[in-house]
């Protein structure tokens, strides 16, 4: 792969148009590593972002709106791949009573929780395909009579414990172990979940009615054919509003600074979660946005001797429990959940759990996580 040259944007990277170009640019390299054919083009590169900032800059109602259109329906395109599929097949199994047979297999686990058994079905749906396909089967859970807690507690391991095939296949390639991240995320989706049911009898936090009535626009389990395939195309028109609100969100975030403060406000947590210096701005970055974006950087910077080994392994652990904390959240939160547990309560939890393997690796060392000298 050849490497970049250099920055001809800007050298300093306090500029906000340098940072970008910086960003872009490792985003780049980490194509070229699984594409060997991608080369990118430093001074095309240079180019065509200095026409789009310049874009962005004078970007008029209409051509936001435009843009957001596009962007909405390429993004709703990408999910509703995955959720009407999911939906069909959920409908061919409440047909065929799979769902009946399923459920009490499942019962112990979520009677640990106090959750009904179906509600293992959006825990496994959640586990293999993630938020959207887990969202598609919340029709089940209607007609069960939850209290807020039991919905937080649903959001909080979709949250954590979400397309773990695809997401821990990055951790993988950033360095991580696939099937310990992929433990430590379903132990923490039960911890929380397993949490907030006991604080919730212990002090009657959220022990309040939640219904999920608002989903049956998603499939209505009691219509025939085709008044179900009618709430299910109102149900996605329903998903579709909600997107396009989050891309706004993100776009008013940004354009205003909010998303800068967050990774401000972020910055005391990085100093008390105990991780290395080198990894807390890719971190941050994960948190925010993704752990694609994350891993990605980690993946990008893999060669970079300031990341030891330890630093990547506790940045992957952080970030396979904590990401997207901006969009995931928002999204649960329209389904019922609490903000506060899954936004702060999430993040301590992470923070814990994260340290809690630190302090088990100190008096259980690996020669693998050995900091290099």
Known sequence: MRPFAGNPVSSDLSDPCAQKFH????????????DHSFQPDNEMLAVNFSQRDKQMKTLTIPKYFNDLCQRSMSTFWEIARIMIPIM???RVADRYGAIDWISPVLRPVMGLLNLPPEAAIVCLSSILTGLYGAIATLPILIGHDLTAAQVTSICAIMLIAHAIPVEQAIVRRAGGSFWGTTFLRLFAAFLAAFLIDLTSKATG??????????????ARVDADNV???MSCFKGMLLLFAILTGLLIMMDVFNRFGVTAMINRLFAPVMCLSGLDRSVTSIITAGILLGLAYGGGLIIAQGNDPAISPCAKYYALCWLSLCHG???DVALMVAIGGDFWVLFAGRIVLTLVLVRALMLWH????????????
Do not use: G
């Not at 309040?208 to 626009?217: I, K, M, V």
């Not at 100190?362 to 000298?373: G, I, M, N």
């Open 23 to 34: 960003h872009i640019r490792i985003l780049l390299q980490f194509i070229a590593i699984f």
């Open 88 to 90: 069909i097949v959920m």
């Open 205 to 218: 936090f959220l022990d309040h009615r939640q219904s999920l009535e608002h989903f049956s626009e998603f």
């Open 227 to 229: 008044e179900w395939a």
């Open 325 to 327: 904390l901006i969009e």
């Open 362 to 373: 100190r008096l259980r060392p690996k020669k693998h996580l050995a900091p290099t000298v």
